[in-house]
């Protein structure tokens, strides 16, 4: 990498970075091309030189922040095979987002989207990748048990990103957090009475993942 692409991808990466610290404090509104880029402590030009326009940019900052809670997030649930288990890693997953600004960044954008088709879309198709993680966590969990085939893990995982998207936006609200607290405290009394709708019965293959 020569000295001037050096230079350009850490302008990148301060503008990504900048974006998302804009975002998570002021909010979309105030998400200009002059805020991120005083931020970044660059010329506000570099973000339509790099990026073509703010909401690319803010959409690089919300890929940014995906890939590395999905790296974090696959390790959190690799090891998990019950539905207790999984209640819970669910409820870490939340707690770091929220701990972390993730949930900020994201419902954001998902209300800017609202008003902007062409951005609403973005944020669609960046939905289907954790569609297919949550998928992936669930079939490990009740494939082939009764309540895998109440509840198929495809349309379960449809359910808990649409649940997610709300907990996300009604974060924004509830500033105490103790209705989205006692929710998760509830799914925590249910899980283990589920159990016997989580056993898998001897000689029952497990139901095979929905092709997509």
Same mark, same amino acid.
Request: neutral net charge; aromatic residues 6%.
């Given at each position: 990498?020569?000295? #001037?692409?050096?230079?350009?991808?850490?302008?990148?990466?301060?503008?990504?970075?900048?974006?998302?610290?804009?975002?998570?404090?002021?909010?979309?509104?105030?998400?200009?091309?002059?805020?991120?880029?005083?931020?970044?402590?660059?010329?506000?030009?570099?973000?339509? /030189?790099?990026?073509?326009?703010?909401?690319?940019?803010?959409?690089?900052?919300?890929?940014?922040?995906?890939?590395?809670?999905?790296?974090?997030?696959?390790?959190?649930?690799?090891? !998990?095979?019950?539905?207790?288990?999984? !209640?819970?890693?669910?409820?870490?997953?939340?707690?770091?987002?929220?701990?972390?600004?993730?949930?900020?960044?994201?419902?954001?954008? !998902?209300?800017?989207?609202?008003?902007?088709?062409?951005?609403?879309?973005?944020?669609? #198709?960046?939905?289907?990748?954790?569609?297919?993680?949550?998928?992936?966590?669930?079939?490990?969990?009740?494939?082939?048990?009764?309540?895998?085939?109440?509840?198929?893990?495809?349309?379960?995982? /449809?359910?808990?990103?649409t649940f997610y998207l709300g907990v996300n936006l009604?974060?924004?609200?509830?500033?105490?957090?103790?209705?989205?607290?006692?929710?998760?405290?509830?799914m925590t009394r249910v899980a283990p009475r589920a #159990?016997?709708?989580?056993?898998?019965?001897?000689?029952?293959?497990?139901?095979?993942?929905?092709?997509?």
């Amino acid at each position: 990498m020569t000295g #001037k692409q050096q230079s350009g991808a850490e302008t990148r990466d301060r503008l990504i970075d900048a974006a998302a610290t804009v975002v998570r404090n002021e909010g979309y509104a105030r998400a200009s091309a002059r805020t991120i880029a005083r931020e970044a402590g660059v010329n506000s030009a570099l973000v339509f /030189y790099h990026f073509g326009g703010v909401d690319p940019l803010l959409l690089a900052a919300l890929d940014r922040s995906s890939e590395q809670r999905m790296a974090a997030y696959r390790a959190a649930v690799a090891d !998990v095979r019950t539905l207790e288990e999984l !209640v819970e890693a669910a409820g870490v997953i939340y707690r770091t987002d929220l701990a972390e600004g993730h949930i900020i960044l994201f419902s954001e954008l !998902v209300g800017a989207g609202i008003a902007k088709p062409e951005l609403r879309a973005e944020i669609v #198709k960046r939905s289907d990748p954790w569609i297919d993680f949550v998928e992936e966590a669930l079939e490990r969990v009740i494939g082939g048990t009764p309540l895998g085939r109440l509840l198929p893990p495809r349309e379960l995982a /449809y359910a808990a990103i649409t649940f997610y998207l709300g907990v996300n936006l009604f974060t924004r609200l509830d500033a105490d957090q103790s209705r989205t607290n006692a929710l998760f405290d509830l799914m925590t009394r249910v899980a283990p009475r589920a #159990k016997l709708l989580t056993m898998r019965l001897p000689g029952r293959r497990r139901t095979p993942s929905v092709d997509r």
